[in-house]
């Protein structure tokens, strides 16, 4: 019913900047959370930033003042502009988002995840 799909990881050098999409599709009645989450080897998934329905962001204190997290909700998508990365942002950034939609019959919200992008900061 639906699908998150991100793009634009990479490989990027320690000060550079990247900017991940992730665009939901499907029967969509409204999206409420959005939010990028990481996990790097070893390590256990954190949230990274988030935007609820309304505009209000939240960010991990690792990121604060680097990431920026917007979303086009005309376009059901949620970006995460990311500066002066560093070594330790090295990670798979998975999008994750609460969205309301259409089965065709009535209406049900479900917690949806990407398939997940490799963000790799190396020299």
């Known amino acids: 019913q639906v699908q998150l799909v991100e793009s634009g990881g990479g490989l990027v050098q320690p000060g550079g900047s990247l900017r991940l999409s992730c665009a939901a599709s499907?029967?969509?009645?409204?999206?409420?959370?959005m939010g990028w989450y990481r996990q790097a080897p070893g390590k256990q998934r954190e949230l990274v930033a988030s935007i609820t329905s309304g505009g209000i962001t939240n960010y991990s204190d690792s990121v604060k003042g680097r990431f920026t997290i917007s979303r086009d909700n005309a376009e059901n998508t949620v970006y995460l502009q990311m500066n002066s990365l560093k070594p330790e942002d090295t990670a798979v950034y998975y999008c994750?988002?609460?969205?309301?939609?259409?089965?065709?019959?009535?209406?049900?919200?479900?917690?949806?995840w990407g398939q997940g992008t490799q963000v790799t900061v190396s020299s």
């Open positions: 994750n988002s609460a969205i309301t939609y259409y089965t065709g019959r009535y209406y049900s919200t479900g917690d949806y």
């Open positions: 499907g029967s969509i009645f409204s999206i409420n959370f």
